[in-house]
Antibody, heavy 118, light 110 residues
């Protein structure tokens, strides 16, 4: 079945970086793009950005622009999201999702909890 | 502050019907498809409605979607306790070139 499996929870110090992986299976990886979304405690869903699995083009949300880098490894059908200069405001569950032509997101990965704490 | 506007919470009794609204603008809902996601704590969000009203094959027909202009609604009939969850609407925004979400509606079935 089509699924996205993400890497495990991370605890980081303020100012550090985190890199979350998202491995796809059950479909041809480079036929759909990948979006990244996060949910901070008590908050709603926030889109972080998108990467084309065909050519690596990216589009990042304004609030993380300059701190985020999204990449893919087509040889392993894996997408990555790296976020730098972490602050406590970046504490959240991070999700990857298969992006179907900007029309819907399905499926989603199981989520990766990133905790930023000193 | 979310770009799409949803009521923060709704409640209804088992067996009843509920309609969750999602209000946007011409740059998102008005000119693009709406999708709806169910989110249970500790789990991945799940697609419930896509292209405004279509249901994935595993979603029961108790769930329905509609869109009119810059607004959309999710309808749930025959409410069950298992329907308790947060529901989010989403659409692509042409001005922002970004996915935008509603703030989520916490549905309680009491």
């Amino acid at each position: 079945q089509v699924q996205l499996v993400q890497s495990g929870a991370e605890v980081k110090r303020p100012g550090a970086s985190v890199k979350v992986s998202c491995k796809a299976s059950g479909y041809t990886f480079n036929t759909y793009d990948v979006s990244w979304v996060r949910q901070a405690p008590g908050q709603g869903l926030q889109w972080l950005g998108w990467i084309s699995t065909k050519n690596g083009n990216t589009k990042y949300a304004q609030n993380v622009q300059g701190r985020v880098t999204m990449t893919t490894d087509t040889s392993t059908s894996t997408a990555y999201m790296e976020l730098r200069s972490l602050t406590s405001d970046d504490t959240a569950v991070y999700y990857c999702a298969r992006d179907v032509n900007y029309v819907w997101l399905d499926p989603w990965g199981q989520g990766t909890l990133v905790t930023v704490s000193s | 502050q979310s770009v799409l506007t949803q009521p923060p919470s709704m409640s209804a009794a088992p067996g009843q019907k509920v309609t969750i609204s999602c209000s946007g603008s011409s740059s998102n809902i008005g000119n693009n498809y709406v999708s709806w996601y169910q989110h249970l704590p500790g789990t991945a969000p799940k697609l419930f409605i896509y292209e405004n009203y279509k249901r994935p094959s595993d979603i029961p027909d108790r769930f329905s979607g509609s869109k009119s202009g810059p607004s959309a609604t999710l309808g749930i009939t025959g409410l069950q306790t298992g329907d308790e969850a947060d529901y989010y609407c989403a659409a692509w925004d042409n001005n922002l070139s970004a996915w935008v979400f509603g703030g989520g509606t916490k549905l309680t079935v009491l």
